[in-house]
């Protein structure tokens, strides 16, 4: 059992929770991630340790389906069930220069912990942040702390500038400031655009992959990606890979086999009712109500 | 001990082999319970008559642990099911296990002398109702603990070479912590083993009889990742370790089109219905592609495979089929697994070799393309090595794949433990009796040392290294 210390949302379903595992907090380093399963009869589902503190990890989690959205119903206060970490390769941290580090939605969250350990590498390090609309934009305050530049876009343009990430990315590489490296985060269609970019340029860039994945020791296999022509487990090779060499397509179609399955779930997820009042988890699963009230 | 047995050798011999009671074939693909029912007190009795006693009882020397057949099987005659039992766990900690999952046909009944001029007698059933009576009555004796030593011993993984090792351990007074990477305890026993052969609940059990013992288990624990066999041996203060990681890193066949979707390895296949329950989906989260009305093909021709293939049959496969490169007579796999799955309408495509998954345009399975296989020269495994037929190719429909054909050793812990010495296949070496590693202070067993092998062995190391890890806490000689 995992305490939450500290449970808030940064965006519409996306919300930040400081969790209490001391093992995981010491060992991690930016780029890995943890396993969560939130009950009895969960999933277990990869989640980026976005911080760490002596004895907490935090993480930040977008609510995409009944998982992440049962798992955002938490508050500080009570527990998740199993956590196990840190998992997958750290990023590889080298003093490249400029670094310009993207991050896409929640994939920012993901990014954010190495962009700050490319900044005390003694890289320049410039972000580009989007999202759709303005709410879902986080962490743009904690990245103007340490990065040299934040360049925010927004498919409305209620935000920064109107458009995708890969457009200040453009600039980037057109102008005086060429990146020497790029580290891209977010949906597949966008980390394969900013591939694109960067590719006639030879700029050296990662994506931090996001299959599906079950155990994530490299015991089942599913979580295998085709970089290079070469097949991969992402939750031990990975997940960061070459974005030039990374086969999008395929992880796009894996990450769709269990489309029907998911939209079940979630379906029926929502069709409980979920009087604000009540503690909408163990409304959803009476069996927790123990613990949620411990 | 004979005195308990009022036939003479010559009828004993006539009694013909009992049968096990089973679920009916067409009741049981429907559903995920034992299949075997077990034997009852009579049916047991019937089965124990048949024993000759014999004073060579080669059936001794072929059981891996040594369990000492003759003298239990007396004691069942006797109707003295616990001393039975007693006399089973003095050499085997897992009997429930045993009896229902050990390939007896290779060991203990493949070297009974009734099996020279009819059937061997059968050693696994009597374990297992031995075993199973024990659990039922809810008096399994746990053993008289040592006094404390002082000493810590750390066992990674929690598979059967892992858990026996802790219960001798703790047995000889050392404070032993068993670190399991998954959510829950029980290696294969739990994650690969579907539950219509190895109910759960008997896995749970003896985990819990551990933890009476004093045992402590730690999950999310993922060595190599969360803390490293250095730390524990420095920081974490303890004083040996044991790894028990087993060969959990599947194999592929390295053909094109394996990326497709629809296309398992048979860990992941039998992990989303074992250990996550995607049979029930959606009352549990996890879910599996969609087997119903679909042909399902899998690929390989051991346990693994016909776990995989019936598991498949009962998602609701249209049709689940083997497909194996060398012929039915060659299949690792338990006879009685071979038998269940054909039963259950099981078709078997055997000396065929998949050569490639063919996909739909939306990166989907559809098919799978084979070539034909003819049985030339035995291998160094001494069995015939399969050749490929040329122009043989052809296809056969599958939308789903599952690939068992074998693990290696997952690389975690070998990886961030430098001075580890492994072999090329990435097993760790280990010395067969003493089963120390190349690191002062850790001892090796199970899959992890020699691959893919079987719970009794695995089981077997851990008690070995039980030994040999008591006597280096006790005397520091390496
Ligand atoms: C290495 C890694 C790090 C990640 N870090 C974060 C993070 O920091 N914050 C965050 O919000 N999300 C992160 N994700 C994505 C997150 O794991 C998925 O959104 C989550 O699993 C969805 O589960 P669900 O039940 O809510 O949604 P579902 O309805 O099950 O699925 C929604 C989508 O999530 C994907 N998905 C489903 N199950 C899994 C699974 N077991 N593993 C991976 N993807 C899955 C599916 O492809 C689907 O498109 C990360 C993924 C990976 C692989
Ligand atoms: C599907 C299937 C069916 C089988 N059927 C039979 C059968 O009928 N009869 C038979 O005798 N044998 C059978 N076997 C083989 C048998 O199950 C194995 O030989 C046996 O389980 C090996 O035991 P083990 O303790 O060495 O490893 P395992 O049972 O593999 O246990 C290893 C444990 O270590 C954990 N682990 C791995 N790495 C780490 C790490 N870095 N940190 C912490 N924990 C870790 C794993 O999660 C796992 O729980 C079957 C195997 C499979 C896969
Ligand atoms: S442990 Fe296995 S081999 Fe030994 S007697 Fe029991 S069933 Fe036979
Ligand atoms: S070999 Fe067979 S008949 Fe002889 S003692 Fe062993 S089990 Fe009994
Ligand atoms: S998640 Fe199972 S091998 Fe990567």
Redesign the pocket.
């Known amino acids: 059992m995992y305490p939450i210390l500290e449970a808030r949302w940064l965006a519409p379903e996306v919300k930040l929770f400081r969790l209490q595992a001391p093992l995981i907090a010491r060992k991690q380093k930016p780029g890995q991630f943890v396993i969560v399963r939130v009950h009895e009869r969960g999933e277990r589902i990869p989640l980026t340790i976005a911080d760490a503190e002596a004895d907490s990890i935090t993480l930040i989690v977008q609510g995409v389906g009944k998982t992440t959205k049962l798992l955002n119903t938490l508050e500080a206060g009570q527990r998740v069930l199993d956590v196990v970490g840190p998992l997958g390769r750290p990023s590889e941290i080298h003093r490249y220069g400029t670094a310009v580090v993207i991050g896409g939605g929640v994939g920012t969250a993901i990014a954010y912990p190495t962009a700050r350990a490319l900044k005390r590498a003694g890289n320049r390090v410039l972000a580009i942040i989007g999202g759709r609309t303005r709410s879902l934009v986080i962490l743009e305050r904690e990245l103007r702390g340490f990065c040299d530049a934040v360049h925010v876009t927004t498919d409305d343009g209620s935000h920064g500038e109107k458009g995708l990430v890969t457009a200040p990315l453009q600039r980037l590489v057109n102008g005086p400031d060429r990146p020497d490296f790029v580290l891209a985060i977010g949906p597949i269609p966008m980390m394969r655009a900013v591939a694109e970019v960067t590719r006639p340029h030879g700029i050296k860039t990662m994506v931090s992959l996001n299959p599906i994945m079950v ?1 994530g ?1 490299g ?1 089942c296999g599913g979580c295998r990606v085709v970089v290079g022509g070469k097949t991969f487990f992402a939750c031990v090779d990975g997940p960061e890979f070459d974005a030039h060499q990374v086969d999008f397509q395929i992880l796009a179609a894996r990450n769709a086999m269990y489309r029907e399955a998911e939209q079940r779930a979630l379906a029926e997820f929502r069709a409980q009712a979920h009087p604000p009042e009540e503690c909408r988890l163990t409304r959803a699963h009476p069996e927790l109500a123990p613990l949620a009230a411990s | 001990m004979d005195a308990a047995n009022p036939l003479p050798l010559k009828e004993r011999m006539r009694l013909p082999r009992q049968r096990m009671p089973e679920q009916a074939p067409e009741a049981r693909r429907e559903n995920f319970a034992e299949v075997n029912l077990g034997l009852d007190a009579a049916l047991a009795r019937q089965e124990a008559l048949r024993c000759l006693q014999c004073k060579s009882h080669q059936c001794f020397t072929g059981c891996p642990v040594g369990v000492k057949i003759k003298d239990f099987i007396a004691l069942v005659l006797r109707g003295d099911y616990l001393a039975a039992a007693a006399k089973i766990r003095e050499d085997n900690v897992l009997p429930a296990i ?1 009896g229902r ?3 007896q046909e290779e060991q203990c009944e493949g070297r009974c002398i009734l099996g020279k001029n009819g059937e061997p007698l059968a050693i696994g059933y009597l374990e297992r109702f031995v075993a199973d009576y024990e659990r039922r009555v809810g008096q399994v004796g746990l053993p008289v603990k040592a006094p404390p030593t002082g000493k810590r011993v750390a066992v ?8 026996s090792a802790a219960g001798d351990l703790v047995q000889r007074g050392h404070a032993v912590t068993v ?4 959510h829950e ?10 539950e219509f ?1 190895l109910p759960k609940q008997i896995v749970h059990e003896e985990i819990e009889n551990l933890r009476r013992l004093g045992v402590e288990f730690r999950t999310n ?6 803390v490293t066999v250095d730390e524990l041996l420095g920081p974490e203060g303890y004083h040996a370790v044991f790894i ?5 890193l599947p194999v592929f066949l390295n053909i094109p089109g394996e990326h497709l979707c629809g296309v398992y390895s ?2 992941e296949f ?1 992990t989303r219905v074992n250990l996550m329950r995607a049979n029930e989906f959606p009352a549990w989260d996890e879910p599996i592609y969609d087997c119903r009305g679909r042909d399902v093909a899998v690929i390989g021709g ?3 495979a016909m ?2 293939v019936r598991t498949a049959l009962r998602l609701g496969a249209a049709t689940a089929t083997i497909v194996y490169r060398r012929s039915e007579a060659e299949m690792p796999a ?1 006879v009685e ?1 071979i038998k269940h799955a054909r039963e259950e309408g099981v078709r078997f495509l055997t000396l065929a070799n998949p050569v490639a998954f063919l996909g739909d345009e939306r990166g989907w399975l559809r098919a799978i393309r084979c070539q034909r296989m003819a049985l030339g020269e035995p291998d160094a495994s001494g069995r015939r090595r399969p050749q490929p037929i040329p122009d043989s190719a052809f296809e056969i429909p599958a939308q789903v794949a599952v690939v ?1 054909v074998g ?1 290696r050793g ?1 690389p ?2 070998q990886a961030t433990t430098p001075d580890l010495k492994t072999n090329p296949l990435g097993y760790i070496e280990a010395d067969p009796e003493t089963l120390k590693t190349s690191k002062r202070g850790v001892f090796a ?4 040392v020699t691959g ?7 089981m077997g ?2 008690r070995r290294a039980a030994q040999a890890i008591d006597r280096y806490l006790r005397t520091g000689e390496w």
């Open positions: 155990d020791t015991m | 045993t999952v050990c390939p990674i993984g929690s598979g059967p070479a892992g858990l670190l399991e990477a998954l305890l029980g290696g294969v026993l739990i994650y690969g083993i579907p052969r624990v993922v060595v190599g990742r969360t028990a990681t087993g060969a959990g048979a860990n039998l051991g346990n693994t776990d995989a338990r697994e068992a693990n997952n975690l812990v067993g199970g899959d992890i893919g092998a079987t719970v009794i062995l695995a190391a851990g």
